[in-house]
C-alpha cells in the first residue's frame, strides 16, 4: 500500500517511514509540511495518510479538511498523531473525517495494526467502488435498451401498446409527454379519421402510467344539441321535463382531478363553444338549473379531423375558442406519410391478435407486404389494424399471402365468396386456396396445433391423435422444421 508520512519532525518521520518500509513492506513518500503534502497527494492520491497535526503554517486539520474536499481524497483514510495528548484535539480531528487518532511516540504494534486494518478497509471500499462501477454500466445498458424499446413500443392505458415507429410519431408522442406535465394547458389534437387522436388523448393524459385520475370521454357529433349541456355540465332536479327525480352529474364534475376529452370539437354546437370558452378561462361551473357554484380541476383534451380553419371562415366555429385551444396543438400525419411505419406496425397487429385469437401467424410474405405498402389506407392506422384482425379471424396460416389481402381490393376475395373455401371448428380452421394443397404441411400445422394444445408433449399429443408417439417424432424429424407448438419433450 502507497503511505504518504506528513511531518515537520525529520527523525521522527524517517523513523516511521523506515518501519513501514522494512518491516511491512509498503511505499512511503514523505513531506515535510501540509502545504508541500497536498500538491504531492493531487499528483497522485495515497491511500493512506499519516500526519502530525502541529505543523507550521499548514497544520494537519488543515491539511485533513483540503484532503476531504478533493473528489480522490474522500476515498483516503487519514491518519493524525499529536504529541499533545488532548482529548479536545482528538475529537476534532475524529470531526473532521479522520480514519484514527495516535499519541507520539507512536507505538509501532500500535500502529502496524492500524495499517493492517486500514489495508483490509481500503480493499473492501475498493471492491464496493468497482462494484458500483459495474452496478452504473449494467443500469446504463438498460436504461439504454429501455429507452430504445420505449422509442418503439408505448403503453398507453385503456389503449395498450401502441407503435411508435417513424420520427414523425416520435415527434408527436415526445409533445404529448411534454404537456403530460401541465394540466392547465388546454389540448388540440387534429388528424384525419383513424390516426389514433385517442390514443394521444390517452398518452396525454397517462403519460407513462403515473396517473389514475379519471378520463372521461365525449363524442361531440353522437350527442344531440338540446341534450349536450346537460350532459356536460349536468343538472339539477326539475330543470326540465323528463329530468331524473335526484338531478344527474355532468361529464365534467365526472372528470375532476383528471380529463376531459372532447372528441370532434368541430361539431360542437355554436351556442355550447361560448359555454365551454367559459369553462377553459373561469375553472367553474354551474348546473343547468342549478345556484351553486362549482369549481373545477380538470384538464381538457379536444380532437378533430375537421379543417377547424374552413369552419372559421364559414362562422361555423368562434374564433376566440379556436385560439384558446390553439395554444397546444398536436398534428398527426395520416398513414400515407409516414409510410415506413406499415410493416412493423402491421407485424405488432399480427402478433396482438395471433396471442388472442390462438392463431398460428407469425410473418407477412414479401409480396403481402408489398400490397401493404401500395395500398393508400384511406382510413389510417385503424383500418390496417382491421384488415390484420379480420386476416387472422378468417385464416390460420403461419404466414399471410397475397390472397388474404383480396379484400382490399374493389370486388375482392371474400371467405364466403366461394373463392376460399374453409373448414372450421371451435379450435381450428384449414384453408384450401384455389392454386392446390399440401397434405404434408397441412399434417404438421395439425401435429402442430395439437403440440401446442399439451405443450408440447407428445405423449398426449399422440393419444389424442390416436397415432404413435414415434410418428409424431418422425414426422416432425422429417420436416427438418422446429414446429412452433412443440415447446419442450415430457
Known amino acids: 500500500m502507497r503511505i504518504l508520512i506528513v511531518d515537520d519532525d525529520a527523525s521522527g518521520r524517517e523513523l516511521l517511514a523506515d518501519f513501514l518500509q522494512d518491516q511491512l513492506g509498503h511505499q512511503v513518500t514523505q513531506c515535510d509540511n501540509g ?7 493531487r499528483e497522485r492520491p495515497f491511500p493512506l495518510v499519516l500526519s502530525d497535526i502541529r505543523m507550521p503554517g499548514f497544520g494537519g486539520i488543515k491539511l485533513l479538511r483540503s484532503l476531504k474536499e478533493l473528489p480522490e481524497g474522500k476515498r483516503s483514510d487519514i491518519v493524525l498523531f499529536t504529541g499533545y495528548g488532548k482529548m479536545k484535539t482528538a475529537i476534532e480531528a475524529l470531526r473532521a473525517g479522520a ?46 435498451k429501455l429507452n430504445e424499446l420505449r422509442r418503439a413500443y408505448t403503453e398507453v392505458a385503456g389503449i395498450g401498446m401502441i407503435g411508435v415507429f417513424s420520427e414523425k410519431m416520435r415527434q408527436v408522442v415526445l409533445m404529448a409527454e411534454c404537456l403530460h406535465k401541465d394540466r392547465s394547458v388546454p389540448v388540440l389534437i387534429e388528424g384525419e379519421t383513424g390516426t389514433g387522436k385517442e390514443v ?23 350527442i344531440s344539441p ?32 383528471g380529463t376531459l376529452f372532447l372528441d370532434e370539437i368541430g361539431d360542437l354546437p355554436l351556442d355550447m363553444q361560448p359555454k365551454l370558452l367559459r369553462v377553459l378561462q373561469d375553472r367553474e361551473i354551474y348546473r343547468v338549473g342549478g345556484v351553486k357554484l362549482i369549481e373545477l380541476d380538470v384538464r381538457i383534451i379536444c380532437s378533430t379531423n375537421r379543417n377547424l380553419a374552413r369552419l372559421l371562415e364559414e362562422e361555423k366555429f368562434r374564433r376566440d375558442l379556436f385560439y ?65 384482425e379480420r386476416i387472422v379471424l378468417f385464416y390460420n396460416d403461419l404466414e399471410i399471402m397475397p390472397f388474404h389481402l383480396d379484400f382490399l381490393s374493389p370486388g375482392g376475395g371474400d371467405p364466403s365468396s366461394g373463392q376460399i373455401s374453409s373448414v372450421m371448428n371451435e379450435s381450428f380452421l384449414i384453408n384450401f386456396p384455389p392454386g392446390g394443397l399440401d397434405l404434408k404441411s397441412v399434417e404438421l400445422e395439425i401435429i402442430n396445433k395439437v403440440l401446442g394444445m399439451f405443450n408440447g408433449n407428445k405423449s398426449q399429443a399422440a393419444r389424442y391423435l390416436s397415432i404413435n408417439r414415434n410418428t409424431i417424432a418422425d414426422k416432425i ?9 412443440g415447446l419442450e419433450e415430457a
Not at 477 to 485: A, D, I, M, P
Request: proline share 3%; aromatic share 8%; charged share 30%.
Open 35 to 41: 502545504r508541500k503534502a497536498l500538491e504531492v497527494f
Open 99 to 144: 480514519y484514527d487518532y495516535l499519541l507520539k511516540p507512536v507505538k509501532v504494534d500500535e500502529l502496524a495494526s492500524l495499517v493492517k486494518r486500514i489495508a483490509e478497509h481500503q480493499s473492501l471500499m475498493e471492491l464496493k467502488h468497482s462494484f458500483d462501477q459495474k452496478v452504473a454500466e449494467a443500469t446504463r445498458e438498460t436504461e439504454a
Open 200 to 222: 394521444i388523448a390517452r398518452l396525454v393524459h397517462y403519460g407513462r402510467g403515473d396517473v389514475t385520475a379519471p378520463f372521461v370521454s365525449i363524442n361531440c357529433s353522437a
Open 226 to 257: 338540446n341534450l349536450f349541456e346537460s350532459e356536460l355540465f349536468g343538472y339539477e332536479e326539475g330543470s326540465f321535463t323528463g329530468a331524473k327525480k335526484e338531478g344527474q352529474i355532468g361529464k365534467l364534475e365526472l372528470a375532476q382531478g
Open 324 to 388: 384558446r385551444l390553439n395554444v397546444s396543438r398536436i398534428n398527426i400525419p395520416p398513414l400515407r406519410e409516414r409510410a415506413v411505419e406499415i410493416r412493423p406496425l402491421a407485424q405488432m397487429f399480427l402478433e396482438q391478435f395471433t396471442r388472442q385469437k390462438k392463431r398460428l401467424f407469425r410473418s407477412i410474405s414479401k409480396t403481402a407486404l408489398k400490397i401493404l405498402q401500395d395500398h393508400s389506407w384511406p382510413g389510417n392506422v385503424r383500418e390496417l389494424q382491421n384488415a390484420i
Open 477 to 485: 424429424r422429417k420436416s427438418g422444421k422446429r414446429l412452433v407448438g
